[in-house]
């Protein structure tokens, strides 16, 4: 007989083992199970008061910086022992083998790491315009952002677009001015495009230390303190000198300092009102401590009344500490910006339990999903079961993990306003609520405000495997990447046959092919790049129709009536900006004397009228490409108590097609936001080739506010005309100019490009 520790110890080798087996690509902290044959203890529950924690997000242009100062966070915070660097292809956040090969942050990643006893859940978001639903489902969770400039660029366009996307979460900020090393850097001129460009009020709290003898980055001023904190030229950037400003000196540097403090607690005065009554029983404001500053700041910050400003240069280890003690100082814990509060607040009841969110899925080599989870409130552990207030569905968590990166750690549980992992979920997808009991038709504001709003596709494209022998395989790794990626939409034409892939652009494409290959070994084709273009009805329409349909012995009617409208897309896109409501497909206006208004309609035939309008609206009747931009309302609606959900939803689509025919509806093409950057004797060559180009100038500045270009052009330009606009830019200019777009809108085409499609 086995001794009884002997036994135990046997039994904790096969459990390990087996997880081992199932968790084979899961990383623990610096090795992985698969390697070292090990599994960490689960930890227990999280320590730390609600208070002591910070969900924050780095928000960015492309290559302003986001991904290195993560970087230098994790070291300064001892959570890295090195420092890794994009151009090396080490960094923690940017694991994926495409993100090492190109330098961009093309997925999110969550870390979390230790800073002066708070625990900061970071998340490195990308800043290409293809991915920006990577940046949306992460702003939807986070508590608080830093907005990362490049200091010789200011507010590019795919700031901008962050910056909104923020906006309509609520979510506080603090920018960072970055680069500032770097030729051409201007921390003025920076903070003139914050103000002109973003509409919030800059604050900036930092002055940089320019070298007078060879014009370098030497560290920053701090306003709050009136001190300069100095790094050296060489070393890690990891201690650095804190030196009282002195007047004599300092000279030039404390006069503009004292100036800068002087503007500050002018604007903090117009904006605070405990700042103001201390001014107005002190004019001179002489007995404010940094602690009252930075309460006042604070406050500010949450209100979103001010954009607290720092400077630095994260490649060159600089002023990134200042950085992490403003995240803790200026932006909110879980508590401060807590939505279930609010939505108590306005009536909303019953979330008092477990509430999470699920805002992202990945999938490890067994193909099962591991699930990102913001936990509003409660808390949650392994073997707990949820139900999924979005599918209706219930749910179990198998394990959960501690994240960084790609790197997951057992834990045992966890409590509000922490980021997690689990795996053990079946239905859930990226936007899902999860919560410890049903929620009553009360709580429905509760998905309007917890809402991940997904962009639609831009472009499309077929995608083939090599051969039918993996096309199982093949189909596989299509689900999963569109179940991580939710503004990834597969389709398959039932004319051709073709899988269809829709995207935000070429390079999500391409990402997507590369990832097919590397992930799951299918060398997968793709078809030529084509634009994703829409239909819409033109004008009203009223339509009635009879749906029949014998199956078996049994036969199926549906009568109904309905009408058509057309919704204008901005008039649609600020109802949702407004609501943060998902779209609804259809609204019940009954006849008075139908059966409709008389009885009214079931609840289970709500989903089937929404499924059958969905595939009605899939493809138009011009050229096949999705409707949108049309809602429906329903007069009238008979049907037997024997209809099955499937014929009410085939009755619906009968109805879309039968209302819109081919002279009913116009072809609808995607407008870009095009930013172009030159120098003013190329200045006329790019107008010209955007006039062109069908293009609607709104701007040209002529100021040298992006720095290493003195001229600014914006226009909106039809994404039909761009295909070959960077390699003609380039020549036009002698490489002197660049430029970056970003989806403005949709707009009706042309009837010489109408004729042109219609023929082809």
């Known amino acids: 007989m086995l001794h009884f520790k002997k036994c ?9 083992s087996l997880q081992v087996r199932l968790f084979s ?16 203890p689960a930890k227990t529950s999280s320590t730390f008061d609600a208070s002591k924690i910070r969900n924050v997000g780095i928000i ?61 859940n970071l998340v490195d978001t990308p800043g290409h315009i293809d991915f920006t639903c990577e940046v949306e489902s992460s702003l939807r969770v986070l508590d608080g952002a830093v907005l990362v400039l490049d200091a010789s660029a200011g507010v590019e366009a795919q700031t901008l677009s962050t910056w909104k996307q923020a906006l309509k979460y609520r979510i506080p900020q603090i920018a960072f001015i970055n680069k500032m090393d770097k030729a051409g850097a201007s921390f003025s001129k920076s903070i003139k495009s914050i103000s002109d460009k973003l509409g919030r009020m800059p604050l900036p709290i930092q002055l940089p230390i320019i070298s007078a003898s ?29 030196i009282k400003l002195d007047s004599k000196l300092d000279g030039d540097l404390f006069d503009m300092a004292s100036s800068e403090r002087d503007q500050m607690l002018e604007t903090l005065v117009n904006v605070d009102e405990e700042l103001g009554e201390i001014y107005i029983r002190d004019s001179h404001l002489t007995n404010l401590t940094p602690d009252h500053l930075n309460q006042a700041i604070r406050r500010a910050t949450l209100n979103c009344q001010v954009l607290p400003v720092l400077c630095g240069s994260s490649l060159r280890n600089k002023a990134v500490q200042p950085l992490l003690d403003s995240i803790l100082t200026y932006l909110p814990d879980p508590i401060e910006h807590n939505l279930i509060g609010d939505l108590q607040d306005d009536g909303v009841n019953n979330v008092d339990g477990t509430m999470a969110l699920a805002f992202k899925i990945m999938h490890n080599k067994r193909r099962e999903p591991i699930t990102f989870l913001r936990i509003y409130s409660g808390h949650l552990s392994s073997g707990l079961s949820l139900f999924n207030a979005t599918k209706n569905c219930k749910e179990k ?7 960084n990166a790609d790197e997951y750690e057992y834990i045992g549980n966890e409590s509000r306003g922490n980021i997690v992992a689990v795996t053990g979920f079946k239905e859930t997808t990226t936007g899902d609520v999860l919560c410890s009991a049903q929620l009553p038709s009360s709580s429905s504001s509760l998905f309007d405000v917890l809402t991940i709003q997904v962009p639609d596709p831009v472009y499309f494209c077929s995608v083939e495997p090599p051969s039918l022998s993996v096309q199982k395989d093949f189909d596989t790794a299509l689900e999963c990447l569109a179940r991580e990626d939710p503004s990834l939409k597969v389709n398959v034409d039932s004319s051709t046959g073709q899988t269809v892939l829709g995207g935000m652009g070429q390079l999500h494409l391409e990402i997507v092919k590369s990832r097919i290959f590397t992930e799951y070994g299918i060398d997968a084709d793709l078809g030529p790049l084509q634009i994703a273009y829409k239909e819409t009805l033109t ?21 109904m009536m309905a009408t058509f409208h057309p919704v204008h897309e901005s008039e649609e896109s600020d109802s949702a900006t407004k609501s943060n409501k998902k779209k609804s497909l259809f609204s019940i206006l009954p006849n008075p004397d139908s059966a409709l208004a008389k009885y009214g309609l079931r609840p289970n035939y709500v989903k ?23 809602r429906m309302e329903l007069n009238e609606f008979v049907t037997s108590s024997r209809a099955t959900m499937a014929i009410i939803s085939s009755s619906v689509t009968h109805c879309v097609r039968e209302a819109l025919k081919k002279d009913d509806v116009q072809l609808l093409q995607p407008i870009m936001n095009v930013q172009v950057f030159t120098t003013p004797d190329h200045l006329g060559t790019v107008l010209s080739d955007l006039a062109q180009r069908e293009s609607h100038i709104l701007s040209v500045n002529k100021e040298d506010d992006s720095c290493h270009n003195a001229s600014t052009v914006l226009a909106r330009t ?11 830019l380039r020549t036009k200019t002698s490489g002197m100019a660049s430029f970056n777009m970003n989806l403005s809108s949709y707009d009706v085409v042309s009837d010489k490009l109408l004729t042109t499609l219609l023929n082809n």
């Not at 004008?539 to 009568?559: A, N």
């Open 8 to 16: 135990n110890r046997f039994v904790r080798l096969i459990s390990q």
């Open 25 to 40: 690509n899961v990383k623990i902290k610096k090795g992985t199970i698969n390697k070292t044959n090990k599994c960490h």
């Open 60 to 120: 960015a242009h492309i290559d302003a910086g986001k991904t290195t100062t993560t970087e230098r966070m994790l070291y300064y915070s001892g959570a890295n022992s090195t420092i890794g660097n994009v151009n090396d292809g080490n960094t923690v956040t940017d694991f994926l083998e495409q993100e090492r090969e190109r330098g961009i942050t093309i997925m999110s990643a969550v870390v979390h790491f230790m800073w002066k006893g708070h625990r900061i």
């Open 214 to 242: 060879d014009n370098s980055f030497n560290g920053v001023v701090d306003l709050i303190h009136m001190k300069k904190l100095i790094w050296n030229i060489d070393g890690d950037g990891k201690f650095y000198e804190n």
């Open 397 to 403: 968590i198998d394990k959960m993990f501690q994240i």
């Open 539 to 559: 004008s009203t329409k009223k339509v009635k129709t009879v749906f029949e349909k014998t199956i078996g012995e049994s036969r199926y009617r549906v009568e």
């Open 608 to 630: 089937a009228i929404e499924d059958g309008l969905m595939s009605g609206f899939s493809k138009g009747p011009l050229l096949g490409y999705p409707l949108s931009n049309i």
């Open 718 to 728: 039809p994404l039909s005309r761009l295909e070959d606009f960077s390699s003609a």
